[in-house]
């Protein structure tokens, strides 16, 4: 009996797989439609999965052929017997009883569960439905989709089919059809870029078991049925094994409107691996397909034709292609391709005179408004390297303008240059063109007219040049500088001056008013009737250096010693140019010498005067442009006095009168001091004054001689008790009472006993009024 | 004595300050009277016909320009330079539109370029002497990308009167930003 022996598996080797179910049909069909089987399919595994009648299922039975459409399960090997248990259960699409469907042999199925793959799954007998000579034979394998919904059960959708053909019985072959193939494309896209490789992917290529290579035939035994595909495993499979990996060193180079995307394509090239990348800019919100970059065989492609803002941040992302597999994508990191991008060689063109060599320069990238460097047209400078070719003394030019002449050149002279393109306001420098050279032409007749000078008269410009020759005629055209800022030719933008043609004379008067507000080239040339000149050299005017200049307002501070002089700004229209100075002169009053300063600031100080001296001042301006310094008249003069002396001794003189009268307090403090210290204005009351009298006071104060001290109280009256020390012999002093106030006299004169008590009582009450000794 | 000193010192001190800062005030003059020029020449420019309201857009000029004051006075220099290169890039492309007066144009062209090239002699000269360190920051591709968007407008709209007038009327919101950029130049 034939067997049936289905390999699932993964590109990768041992992948998990989303949910645990994974489910295998085989089945003949004689033109019922796949749908319809399908839909019988899912119902099936819906009622399986939902009753979950795992015991049905689980069986150990070898010898089970057929297989009711409801009982299911059959021919599972008994490693790999699995009652269907998802836990997630299974969601089916097309839920509900299905059609019945057309007639349709029996179906086997196993259900499988499976946790990793590869899974492999002999059918050890085929039914009497399956059977050699059987022409459809289809295997499906089902896999739940990984659900992207967190609650939402996952779908199960028919992975992969493939229809066998197997073979009659003699005959020990299969032929495998091409195989229709399903992909669960349709199942939500993770956007995780480190997720493995997707479930549908593996199996919706038609890998594992099933081949794509459309009628392989293998000669296989009848006995064990390797898969079709089991034969020729070796070639795909080994190859698919190993899943297709990613570019590396993805370079994006942008070099004027060349982009380019490089990478290593780590696949080898026998196979057929090409390459596809994406874009995708901050304004977009989905990845575009990148135009050239699309299938690419190389290593690197060509995006130029890409229209987008240069200025926004863009990410590009690229991955390998094979056939049905795909790899991973590699995001290159944001960047702006404005700043990545790097300035190419300018071309140049040039133009022979015969003393002069004409430059045309055209900015790097296209010359049509798609170019990246468009917008920044008017901002270009040129650097170029010149040098004649005999002597390689080599000279710099830098040059804003698209159309540039370099003179003084002797003819017939080869001279070669090469020039790069510079965005100096980005400090972007470009790299060098090839190096050009041209033949100046033989001396020309007649010569260029040379030296022409502006000059300003009533309200008219002159122009005057010099000349050789008497019998000629000039002409003088003007041109608008901003017009050398737009490449192209100019010849076109260049105007004749109306009073200045067919002029015989080395000059030409004409109107101010002709020319607004702005810059301007000048030009003239020669013309004998017959010949014409070449172009003189280019003046570059700039009409409101023409204009009168006012002169400046002056106002000043004085200090003792210098004076400030402040200075204004010049006014409408000359205030636009910073290039300019002030001269200022300064003499005092009563001299004649003048002294000059010339400043930039506004803001000057003049030192080293005398104080108190008058000083005048008159300013004027200097325009310093070109070779021409324009000037202006002097200001009136404005005369300040400087003040007197200096600060320090106006300080002194201020300072020291304070200082005096705070001296002369100071000073009668003091006196006030010593006065009450050692001659106090106290006096001593009469009394001791005259006891002391024969005593000075000096002993008092000095006499430092220790005698025996006795309290003396001196009783003025009952209320006041006075006590002085006494240290001089007290008896005969103390014995002198204020006859007022003692009370002692003639209390004492008694001593009779009937009088004793009352004495003694006196004497405790003299004790008590006076606690002193009496003696 | 020591007081006459103190006053040298100071004014040597404002000297060099004051040098340093005078190319900028003057900048600043300079500056402002251009922008009010070309705004006045931006007015006389064919007014706004009433039927394109619909047309006005926001062309997302950069953010970090409109509130410019945390602006260094080169970065300042440096944008105003490049606004009004673009804008000079933008106008110069009306030459073969008919709706603006080509005298007008050309003045404001003038104007235009008279106020680069002291703008430019002016880097020219802060940048080599200071040795700048150029800015990393997206604000120069941002100003670009804005002028990318109106420069896509008007090919979008086959350069209409419409479409133009729109440029127009972004064209004089640009000089009030420069405005708020030359007042950076302030100290």
């Given at each position: 009996m034939a067997q049936l022996k289905v390999k699932v598996q993964a590109r990768k080797a041992a992948t998990q797989i989303k949910g645990s179910c994974l489910f295998m049909d085989l089945e003949k069909s004689r033109g019922a439609t796949s749908r319809e089987i399908l839909n019988r399919n899912r119902d099936k595994c819906l009622h399986k999965a939902v009753s979950s009648q795992s015991s049905k299922w689980?069986?150990?039975?070898?010898?089970?052929?057929?297989?009711?459409s409801k009982t299911s399960l059959g021919g599972l090997s008994p490693q790999e017997?699995?009652?269907?248990?998802?836990?997630?259960g299974l969601l089916c699409?097309?839920?509900?009883?299905?059609?019945?469907?057309?007639?349709?042999g029996p179906v086997r199925q196993s259900l499988i569960k499976a946790e990793r793959l590869p899974v492999v799954r002999t059918i050890p007998e085929l039914s009497t439905g399956f059977?050699?000579?059987?022409?459809f034979h289809s295997v499906k394998v089902w896999i739940p989709s990984h659900?992207?919904?967190?609650?939402r059960r996952p779908c199960v959708q028919p992975a992969v089919t493939a229809h066998l053909?197997?073979?009659?019985?003699?005959?020990?072959s299969a032929t495998l059809l091409e195989p229709e193939s399903r992909t669960l494309d349709s199942a939500p896209r993770s956007t995780?870029?480190?997720?493995?490789?997707k479930d549908r992917k593996w199996l919706g290529r038609g890998r594992g078991f099933l081949?794509?290579?459309?009628?392989r035939r293998s000669l296989l035994?009848?006995?064990?049925?390797?898969?079709?595909a089991g034969a020729s495993w070796p070639s795909p499979a080994a190859s698919d094994e190993k899943s297709l990996k990613p570019p590396q060193k993805v370079e994006v180079s942008i070099i004027d409107d060349d982009f380019t995307l490089k990478w290593?394509?780590?696949?080898?090239?026998?196979?057929?691996v090409t390459f596809s990348a994406d874009y995708i800019t901050s304004e977009m919100d989905n990845w575009i397909k990148l135009p050239g970059c699309?299938?690419?065989?190389?290593?690197k492609c060509n995006f130029s034709s890409l229209d987008i803002n240069f200025y926004e941040n863009i990410t590009l992302r690229i991955r390998a292609e094979e056939e049905k597999h795909t790899s991973l994508w590699y995001h290159t990191d944001t960047f702006i391709p404005f700043e990545k991008a790097h300035l190419g060689p300018p071309e140049v063109r040039l133009e022979a005179e015969d003393k002069a060599i004409i430059i045309y320069f055209f900015r790097p990238?296209?010359?049509?408004?798609?170019?990246?460097w468009d917008m920044d047209t008017t901002s270009f400078s040129f650097s170029l390297i010149f040098w004649e070719n005999s002597a390689h003394t080599e000279q710099q030019i830098e040059t804003d303008h698209y159309m540039d002449k370099i003179y003084n050149l002797s003819p017939e002279t080869t001279y070669c240059l090469k020039a790069k393109a510079r965005l100096p306001l980005q400090n972007r420098s470009g790299v060098y063109s090839p190096v050009y050279c041209i033949n100046t032409t033989v001396e020309h007749k007649p010569p260029a007219p040379e030296n022409i000078e502006v000059g300003t008269q009533n309200q008219s410009y002159v122009l005057k040049w010099d000349y050789e020759d008497r019998n000629v005629t000039f002409r003088a055209q003007w041109l608008y500088a901003?017009?050398?800022?737009?490449?192209?030719?100019n010849l076109d933008k260049w105007k004749q001056i109306s009073n200045c043609e067919?002029?015989?004379?080395t000059y030409c008067v004409f109107p101010?008013?002709?020319?607004?507000?702005g810059t301007y080239f000048l030009r003239v040339q020669a013309s004998d009737g017959n010949n014409t000149s070449f172009w003189s050299k280019e003046k570059k005017v700039?009409?409101?250096?023409?204009y009168t200049i006012f002169p400046p307002d002056i106002s000043m501070k004085s200090t003792s010693d210098s004076l400030r002089v402040f200075v204004t700004a010049p006014k409408e229209p000359w205030n636009?140019?910073?290039?300019f100075i002030y001269e200022i002169i300064f003499w005092e009053n009563t001299s004649n010498t003048e002294r000059k300063i010339i400043a930039k600031e506004m803001d000057i100080a003049i030192p080293n005067l005398q104080p108190l001296r008058l000083y005048c001042v008159k300013a004027r301006w200097h325009l310093l442009e070109d070779e021409r310094n324009k000037t202006s008249a002097f200001s009136a003069a404005v005369c300040e006095q400087t003040k007197p002396g200096t600060f320090s001794t106006m300080w002194i003189v201020i300072g020291i009168l304070p200082l005096l009268v705070i001296v002369i307090c100071v000073m009668k403090i003091l006196q006030r001091c010593l006065n009450y210290v050692f001659f106090p204005a106290l006096k001593l009351p009469c009394s001791i004054d005259e006891n002391f009298s024969e005593h000075s006071f000096g002993n008092l104060l000095l006499s430092t001689s220790e005698e025996q001290t006795e309290k003396c109280f001196i009783i003025e009256n009952t209320q006041s008790v006075i006590i002085a020390e006494q240290t001089n012999e007290i008896d005969e002093d103390c014995k002198k009472y204020d006859p007022q106030t003692s009370?002692?006299?003639?209390?004492?004169s008694y001593e009779g006993e009937t009088l004793e008590s009352q004495i003694s009582e006196e004497l405790l009450q003299q004790k008590v009024l006076s606690p002193g000794m009496i003696s | 004595m020591a007081n006459r000193y103190i006053l040298q010192i100071t004014l040597l001190l404002s000297f060099s300050t004051v040098s340093l800062s005078v190319s900028y005030n003057l900048l600043q003059l300079q500056q402002r009277n251009s922008s009010l020029a070309c705004q006045e020449l931006l007015k006389k420019l064919k007014g706004k016909p009433e039927?394109?309201?619909?047309?006005?857009?926001?062309?997302?000029?950069?953010e970090e320009i409109k509130q410019p004051?945390?602006?260094?006075k080169e970065k300042a220099a440096l944008v105003i330079q490049e606004m009004l290169q673009n804008i000079l890039d933008i106008v110069r492309r009306?030459?073969?539109?008919?709706?603006?007066d080509e005298t007008i144009v050309k003045n404001l062209l003038l104007e235009l370029h008279q106020q680069i090239d002291s703008l430019k002699t002016l880097l020219k000269e802060k940048l080599e002497e200071k040795g700048i360190t150029w800015e990393d920051s997206k604000t120069i591709p941002r100003l670009k990308g804005y002028y990318w968007r109106i420069r896509r407008h008007l090919k979008a709209k086959h350069s209409s009167i419409c479409a133009w007038t729109v440029v127009q009327v972004e064209l004089f919101r640009n000089f009030s930003f420069v405005n708020r950029l030359t007042d950076c130049f302030q100290d």
């Open positions: 689980r069986s150990q039975d070898r010898n089970t052929d057929t297989i009711s017997q699995a009652p269907l248990e998802n836990s997630d699409p097309h839920s509900g009883v299905g059609k019945a469907g057309s007639s349709t059977g050699p000579g059987a022409r659900s992207p919904h967190p609650g053909v197997l073979p009659p019985r003699r005959i020990p995780k870029r480190s997720q493995p490789a081949s794509y290579a459309p009628r035994g009848p006995t064990a049925l390797v898969l079709v290593n394509g780590s696949q080898e090239s026998i196979r057929n699309q299938h690419i065989t190389g290593s990238g296209r010359k049509d408004d798609t170019s990246i901003f017009s050398k800022l737009i490449p192209g030719d067919n002029v015989r004379t101010q008013n002709i020319f607004l507000k700039n009409t409101e250096m023409y636009r140019f910073h290039p009370q002692d006299s003639g209390n004492y | 039927y394109c309201h619909d047309d006005s857009m926001d062309f997302k000029f950069p004051q945390q602006f260094r009306s030459f073969s539109n008919t709706v603006w």
